[in-house]
């Protein structure tokens, strides 16, 4: 991803932060409480058909971590 193709991205999920309602910012998936517009939950469920492999690494990391 460029980085006008990034800023573009930032911007664009910024105007929709300032023009949805509080209450509509989080979601709850499997009971869990996500932002909507960081983590759309069709990403989540794209993940339940995940099939890792034996010699997969994942790093998880707290966001600005690093």
Same mark, same amino acid.
């Given at each position: ?42 990403? %989540? /469920? =794209?993940? $339940?058909? %995940? /099939? =890792?492999? $034996? ?12």
């Amino acid at each position: 991803m460029s980085t006008n193709a990034f800023v573009a991205n930032v911007q664009s999920r910024m105007q929709m932060a300032k023009e949805i309602s509080d209450e509509e910012k989080l979601y709850r998936y499997n009971g869990v409480l996500y932002p909507r517009l960081m983590c759309p939950e069709d990403h %989540l /469920k =794209a993940l $339940e058909n %995940l /099939k =890792a492999r $034996e010699d997969d690494i994942m790093l998880v990391a707290y966001p600005k971590c690093g």
